[in-house]
């Protein structure tokens, strides 16, 4: 069982920067995905990471601002958020699942197990 604890939410203003933690500890998954999920919205994938080779998948919508990497000796993924604007504004999930291929990273149900979530706001 893989345990997950997000960090570094908070409320910037459009065009600030926040960068996000996922420290996992438990056993070991292959695959790190962040996920966000505004009100009335469903939760949709921004970025993912094969811990093993380090690789890494971007939605469209936050290429160029959003960078997600990892820390083996902290067991940590990070999501630098760059250029924010109020519609990134939503809790914000780390999500641990096994290898993945093409977009599959971008579906939730391929995760098994998921932090408690930290919120991100950005006002105009």
């Known amino acids: 069982q893989v345990q997950l604890l997000e960090s570094g939410g908070g409320s910037v203003q459009a065009g600030g920067s926040l960068r996000l933690s996922c420290v996992a500890s438990?056993?070991?998954?292959?695959?790190i995905g962040w996920f966000r999920q505004a009100p009335g919205k469903e939760r949709e994938g921004c970025a993912a990471?094969?811990?093993?080779?380090?690789?890494?998948r971007y939605a469209d919508f936050v290429k160029d601002r959003f960078t997600i990497s990892q820390d083996n000796a902290k067991n940590t993924v990070y999501l630098e958020m760059n250029n924010l604007k109020p519609e990134d504004t939503a809790i914000y999930y780390c999500?641990?699942?096994?290898?993945?291929?093409?977009?599959?990273?971008?579906?939730?149900?391929?995760?098994?197990?998921w932090g408690q979530g930290t919120q991100v706001t950005v006002s105009a």
């Open positions: 438990g056993s070991s998954r292959l695959f």
């Open positions: 999500a641990a699942g096994p290898m993945m291929f093409g977009n599959m990273w971008k579906n939730s149900y391929e995760y098994k197990n």
């Open positions: 990471i094969n811990t093993a080779n380090g690789a890494t």
